[in-house]
């Protein structure tokens, strides 16, 4: 068959299949894969895992289904200390080729953030429903209904058995604490010419998106009564390390406004880098002054702030020096230095705007009558790991992902995604991985 009409009938096979599609991503909706912290028990990934292995092989994928060794990541930047695979198995599924086309890689994350406080949901987290064309349920946009997307369309993909190139359909676990999973698969080997994670980007091809830090400093003060009038600190005196933290607060919004202001910080889809203070904890009683108070900020910075390795020791040396420099000038802080502690750090990437996969899904958006737009995550998502660890140009591209105020439905109460936008994701999934796995054709 030639390759247009191979796309005509694989749209129209997916367009057949919509109940399928929604039934497939309801049933990933009901297994419990919320993320977890280090040293968290596994959850359900395990029976999810096993139930796409079981599907992918009966339409004829080569299976591999694994827990990595954590071994395999030591040392990374990227993944805390501890952290481990124990019931969290990655899957690959690789579809047979004729040869000649390019290979491609269909990526997904099954972990979901929690659904707390589970009371606040209209329609409950884990028991997804279909009301008014939406799919509700945890991870229905996030991403879910992306991994029934991409199953599907892999599925309709290898019954044509027209594909010159290698179809690989690869879920992973951890994305949404560390990119853990998206780590480990890319340490194991998993490469191809490239590679579509349909997170909810509504059909924009996402080429880039931002690193990720979280520091925590601490201010260190001295405890005294509080009722007590005291001296001096240099007489001895009590010292309020709360107090002593807007010296930190103060320093981190001025560097913050540097860097919006920075010209090198212009990126065409990219926000300029941030530096949000979202946790604080200060104090150990109430009628003490604090002799701790530590502040965790979110960073996020771009592709062009990294180091030479592509990881953000840069920018982690100008916050030091930035914070260090203002408690220099306080009186009390210049002799008690801050005290800083780095976790993680989930690399910036990016690819070309014009690479031929960008052209792929834009053309592939259009079939299915979708505007798509070439833009980014000012987040961070696991196509950063396959084009940064592994040499394969990755993008987001997947179904609508925001309400009609244009509001993200990721990580929301009440999540959906609106089983049109699926099935359309799904057609343009499948309509692009026979367009860029289809033998010889033109990059
Ligand atoms: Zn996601």
Redesign the pocket.
């Known amino acids: 068959v030639e390759l247009e009409r191979a796309i005509e009938l694989a749209m129209g096979r997916v367009a057949e299949r919509r109940d399928a599609l929604v039934d497939l991503a309801s049933q990933l909706i009901t297994f419990d894969t919320t993320a977890r912290d280090v040293g968290d028990p596994p959850r359900e990934e395990a029976a999810l895992q096993s139930l796409l292995a079981r599907r992918l092989g009966a339409a004829g994928a080569e299976v591999e289904l694994w827990e990595p060794d954590p071994a395999t990541l030591a040392g990374s930047r990227q993944i805390p200390t501890g952290w481990d695979f124990a019931g969290r198995p990655q899957l690959i599924g690789r579809f047979g080729r004729r040869g000649g086309g390019r290979s491609l890689i269909f990526n997904g ?1 099954i972990d979901a953030v929690s659904a707390e406080p589970l009371d606040a949901w209209r329609h409950p987290p884990f028991d997804p429903c279909v009301i008014d064309g939406r799919l509700y349920g945890r991870g229905a946009c ?2 879910k209904g992306g991994v029934a997307a991409m199953v599907i369309a892999a599925e309709v993909v290898a019954e044509l058995d027209a594909t010159g190139g290698d179809l690989i359909v690869n879920t992973v676990t951890d ?2 604490s560390c990119g853990a999973g998206g780590a480990a698969v890319v340490a194991h080997g998993l490469r191809a010419d490239a590679a579509i994670v349909p ?1 909810d980007t509504d059909f924009d091809v996402w080429a880039g998106c931002r690193g990720v830090l979280s520091p925590t400093v601490t201010v260190l003060g001295r405890a005294g009564h509080a009722e007590i009038r005291q001296r001096p600190w240099q007489e001895g005196g009590a010292v309020n390390a709360i107090e002593r933290s807007l010296v930190v607060l103060e320093a981190a919004r001025g560097l913050r406004e540097r860097w919006m202001r920075d010209p090198a910080h212009q990126h065409p889809y990219l926000s300029a880098p941030d530096l949000v203070p979202t946790l604080i904890r200060g104090g150990e009683w109430w009628v003490t002054y604090p002799e701790r108070c530590s502040i965790t900020f979110d960073v996020t910075y771009l592709p062009v702030q990294a180091d030479t390795d592509g990881w953000g020791t840069r920018v982690e040396q100008e916050i030091e020096a930035a914070l260090a420099e203002a408690a220099a000038a306080d009186d009390w802080l210049a002799g008690h230095p801050l005290q800083f502690a780095w976790s993680g750090d989930l690399p910036p990437a990016e690819i070309p705007t014009d690479h031929p996969l960008v052209r792929t899904l834009q053309a592939a958006a259009a079939r299915v009558g979708r505007k798509s737009r070439v833009s980014g995550l000012d987040s961070w ?1 696991d196509a950063a790991t396959f084009a940064r660890f592994g040499g394969t140009p990755a993008v987001s591209f997947g179904p609508p992902g925001t309400d009609v105020d244009g509001n993200f439905l ?1 990580h929301t109460i009440d999540e959906y995604v609106p089983v049109d936008g699926l099935v359309s994701c799904a057609q343009a999934l499948a309509a692009a991985a026979l367009a860029w796995t289809w033998p010889d054709q033109e990059t």
């Open positions: 994350h996030d991403m994305e949404e997170e998502h990721a």
